[in-house]
Nanobody, 114 residues
Framework: QVQLVESGGGLVQAGGSLRLSCAAS????????IGWYRQAPGKQRELVAL???????NYADSVKGRFTISRDNAKNTVYLQMNSLKPEDTAVYLC????????WGQGTQVTVSS
């Protein structure tokens, strides 16, 4: 079992920045990839960014050049630095990992005002 707890969401104006954090606990030794998805009202959940244990990253085209994912293995925490935010980035952001099955955090709301 893996537990994921997100923090760092909030309300920001377009062009602003936020940093999300996701702390993992439990059977974390088996975690390889970890990252973020988001879901806006009325839309499907979509990948934002993933990072694996070797540091390889994968980003959605819509966030490339604006968002940066990183991980601190000593703290079992993954971060999402979001810069140049746009109103279309508004969504619930969910931390995700896979360890003998998918695990999701409870989500944190990010709202970008125009």
């Amino acid at each position: 079992q893996v537990q994921l707890v997100e923090s760092g969401g909030g309300l920001v104006q377009a062009g602003g920045s936020l940093r999300l954090s996701c702390a993992a606990s439990g059977s974390i030794f088996s975690i390889n990839r970890i990252g973020w998805y988001r879901q806006a009202p009325g839309k499907q959940r979509e990948l934002v960014a993933l990072i694996n244990s070797g540091g390889t990253t994968n980003y959605a085209d819509s966030v490339k050049g604006r968002f940066t994912i990183s991980r601190d293995n000593a703290k079992n925490t993954v971060y999402l630095q979001m810069n140049s935010l746009k109103p279309e980035d508004t969504a619930v952001y969910l931390c995700y990992t896979y360890s003998y099955g998918p695990y999701w955090g409870q989500g944190t709301q990010v709202t970008v005002s125009s």
